[in-house]
């Protein structure tokens, strides 16, 4: 079952915030986000684990709900290079993830 | 560290002709593989992975298939091209829980 990423798309101005947001009907082990620019391959950003704690990259952060099976991202004072399209990907403890449809931020100045 | 390669590129194909997109990876050993194909504008379709040398298992009934000769080596192919196969395919590898991407092979089939 693929999660469901909100919102589709949103724009930014550089400085402000942002939250993405990943719901997966299925219970979950594990939630990865990427980044995607347009004609490159996804980058990974961190993982977040059933039990672990919340992550932080630089000023990207992220939460688990484990109980609600759901993740979000949150990007503060965005800057120009945080524009692409973010990925969530969600594991069950397997070898398997599957990906959310994507959000697609740009970052205006 | 650990590196991944993808190759070719990019790559046109006529409707009908064979299809063989390569991945390797190095610095690591035994990683889990995987091939994944991005329509455009949308998202990342798992299409096959591997746990093991000869081991793959398939996500979706196509007319492609994958095969791992090697440990660190990962194959994607096709007998025959359908308009439909083309997209952006990207291998990654994994050890524990996170999965890396190579650059992608863009395939156009024309």
């Known amino acids: 079952q693929q999660p469901v990423q909100s919102p589709q798309a949103v724009i930014l101005r550089e400085g402000e915030d942002a939250v993405i947001n990943c719901s997966s009907s299925k219970a979950l082990y594990s939630v990865h986000w990427y980044r995607q620019k347009h004609g490159e391959a996804p980058v990974f950003l961190m993982i977040?684990?059933?039990?672990?704690e919340q992550k932080g990259h630089e000023k990207i952060s992220a939460s688990f709900n484990e109980k609600k099976q759901q993740s979000s991202l949150y990007l503060t004072a965005s800057q120009l290079s945080y524009s692409g399209t973010y990925f969530c990907?969600?594991?069950?403890?397997?070898?398997?993830?599957?990906f959310g449809a994507g959000t697609i931020l740009r970052v205006k100045s | 560290s650990q590196t991944i390669h993808q190759w070719p590129a990019t790559l046109v194909q006529p409707v009908g002709s064979p299809l063989s997109l390569e991945c390797t990876v190095e610095g690591t050993s035994n990683p889990n593989l995987y091939w994944y194909r991005q329509a455009a504008g949308r998202g990342l379709q798992l299409l096959f992975y591997s746990v093991g040398i000869g081991q793959i298992s398939s996500e979706v009934p196509q007319n492609l298939s994958a095969s791992r000769p090697q440990d660190r080596q990962f194959i994607l192919s096709s007998k025959k091209l359908l308009l439909s196969d083309s997209g952006f395919y990207l291998c990654a590898w994994s050890r524990t829980y996170e999965q890396y991407f190579g650059p992608g092979t863009r395939l156009t089939v024309t």
């Open positions: 977040l684990l059933k039990g672990g």
């Open positions: 990907g969600t594991g069950d403890g397997g070898n398997k993830l599957v």
